[in-house]
């Protein structure tokens, strides 16, 4: 399975080194900032599975960060986790674009079980497990299966995590940084010529138009 990608923003050190190194135990991908200025470069800079988000923060809020984000077409799913309970502060986070409002001192295992359910509803922007890409394409997102008329078709994870991907942005451009983070860890080294070869796989699977190439710039599905 493709490692779901969180972006966590929480000033108190020991608190995100606690949470961080408890959710990449269950398998996420953490990455952790410190301020708003740090969130904000990297929202900017890289996409996200998931936002967790604390309130007070140097140099800003959560509330305005995730307004401003939102208003820059920005959909990731967030979860507030701050100390900050009452109603109208409540209120305030939702309005600002929030899917979820943890409120601290939380347990580990609560926010494990709200993030499970926010990536699970809200990873496709679809509720269902299994989406449909085209006549008798389907896609089953939990056991990241592809089948073409009722044939299971062989893919690498990579040619997995690029399709996911795509259908999570679908209509969007996607520049070539941004596929590339998301496709190569940091150990490994990026490869335009296996992404191109990803890119024709899944062209011939799903149809040559499926993939748009805006040249020098990146690729756009539809």
């Not at 606690?18 to 200025?37: C, H, W």
């Not at 960060?65 to 109603?87: C, D, E, H, Y």
């Not at 040619?159 to 940084?177: A, D, G, R, T, V």
């Amino acid at each position: 399975m493709t490692k779901a990608k969180l972006l966590l923003l929480e000033d108190d050190p020991n608190l995100s080194e606690s949470v961080s190194e408890y959710l990449e135990d269950q398998g996420y991908d953490v990455i952790s900032v410190y301020d708003a200025a740090s969130a904000e470069d990297a929202l900017y800079e890289q996409k996200f599975d998931l936002l967790l988000l604390d309130v007070n923060i140097p140099g800003g809020d959560g509330f305005s960060l995730l307004k401003q984000s939102r208003s820059g077409g920005n959909s990731t799913p967030a979860i507030f986790i701050t100390s900050r309970n009452a109603m109208n502060d409540v209120e305030e986070g939702y309005e600002s674009g929030a899917d979820d409002y943890l409120r601290k001192p939380f347990a580990l295992k609560e926010l494990l079980l709200r993030i499970q359910t926010i990536l699970k509803r809200n990873f496709y922007h679809n509720p269902v497990d299994t989406l449909i890409l085209g006549e008798g394409i389907t896609y089953d997102i939990e056991n990241q299966i592809l089948m073409i008329d009722g044939e299971e078709q062989n893919l690498q994870l990579k040619e997995h995590k690029l399709l996911k991907l795509f259908i999570q942005h679908k209509n969007e451009l996607l520049i070539h940084e941004v596929i590339m983070e998301h496709l190569w860890d940091y150990d490994e080294t990026p490869s335009d010529g296996s992404l191109r070869t990803y890119i024709k796989t899944l062209r011939k699977l799903l149809g040559k138009d499926s993939i748009v190439s805006h040249k020098r710039l990146g690729y756009q599905f539809r």
